[in-house]
């Protein structure tokens, strides 16, 4: 990075034009990690409802904490001095925000639109073993006391995982602030979240046209709230006296210089 006079800042047009060509550069590499969801996915068709709902509370728990690092980090490194509560605050909303919106909402949103079939919130937890009837029944009396849609929320349901995850994050930001995060991995680990989730949720095979809606779900799941949070929003918070030359070269290593990181004024 070429570092600015103090007096030639960055304007607001030029972080926007950078924000979007970031955004566009990293369109084919969050392409290759929708296709490699779709390679999970294929892979661990066959496992039982047990095992697709273990996937999630795993990768789910750790996107968790990436994001939380990742925003907690943005804050702490911003804000001058530390506040606990502040970094605490900012990064708990941030990280389980960008988190069920990328592993839960959009591929909710992706498949209902897509005509795709999902169950209802009790078949998300076991596997069913009721005959016809019964399962009609049981799918009745869900639909009737949790309403047509069944998201399942895991700040909530499994609160006893997901929130520490977010605390976790959050206090190795607080003590260690790093926002030099390969982008490869958080691109990966959500990809492999939001397809434990699609593997929940889907009761019919992965047919060449469902692969295909499944491919375009992914890629908006993983590009928007990811890339956002790990480029739009630090790119918000860059310091305005520097220089940013083009899109970032290494799209699987992404970063950028933020005052006081590794106890650096910029590069």
Known sequence: MAVKGKDSKM???EKAKHILAELKGHGPFTLLGAVLG????????????DGRHTL???FHPVHVVLSAIVAASMFQLHAGKKQFLLVLAVGYFASI???TLSDIVIPHIGTELLGLNIPKHSQVHEVETTSPNEEHTTETDEHQEQGEHGLHFGFIEEWYIVNPAAFLGIFIAYFLPRTKFPHAGHILISTWASSSYLLMTLQSEITIG????ILATLFVATWLPCCVGD??????FVRSDIAI???CPDHAHHSHAHLGE???DGQ
């Open 210 to 213: 469902a692969a295909a809606g």
């Open 97 to 99: 925000g960008v988190a």
């Open 231 to 236: 480029i739009v929003f630090p790119l918000l």
């Open 245 to 247: 030359a083009g899109c």
């Open 56 to 58: 999630f509370a795993i």
């Open 11 to 13: 304007s607001l047009k």
């Open 38 to 49: 779709i390679s999970f996915m294929l892979v661990f068709r066959n496992i039982s409802g």
């Open 262 to 264: 590794n106890g650096e």
